[in-house]
Nanobody, 119 residues
Framework: QVQLVESGGGLVQPGGSLRLSCAAS????????IGWFRQAPGKEREFVASIRWSTTITYYADSMKGRFTISRDNAENTVYLQMNSLKPEDTAVYYC????????????WGQGTQITVSS
């Protein structure tokens, strides 16, 4: 059973940084993409970034490029999302998700972690 557990959320001032972690367990993830999504109040969930575990090829939503960096630690089975220059509009619940590389649907989701960007 795949389990994804996010951590690292919290309150941060505009312009600040946070690093989210997604601890993945339950199987070998070499054939998976791990992604980050977010959902702000009253808005639909949106894609943030993803990484293919085996090749570390990364993808970003256009609005996140240059500010957010996704990476993974194979030894720790963890995917990170480094977020810099945070803005109030980045406030959302951030979710980690996983899918096999040949699937279009994200099959597994974490419980989410809240990020609030406010002074």
């Amino acid at each position: 059973q795949v389990q994804l557990v996010e951590s690292g959320g919290g309150l941060v001032q505009p312009g600040g940084s946070l690093r989210l972690s997604c601890a993945a367990s339950g199987r070998t993830f070499s054939n998976y993409y791990i992604g980050w999504f977010r959902q702000a109040p009253g808005k639909e969930r949106e894609f943030v970034a993803s990484i293919r575990w085996s090749t570390t090829i990364t993808y970003y939503a256009d609005s996140m490029k240059g500010r957010f960096t996704i990476s993974r630690d194979n030894a720790e089975n963890t995917v990170y999302l480094q977020m810099n220059s945070l803005k109030p509009e980045d406030t959302a619940v951030y979710y980690c998700a996983a899918r096999m590389y040949f699937q279009n649907t994200w099959s597994y989701w974490g419980q989410g972690t809240q990020i609030t960007v406010s002074s």
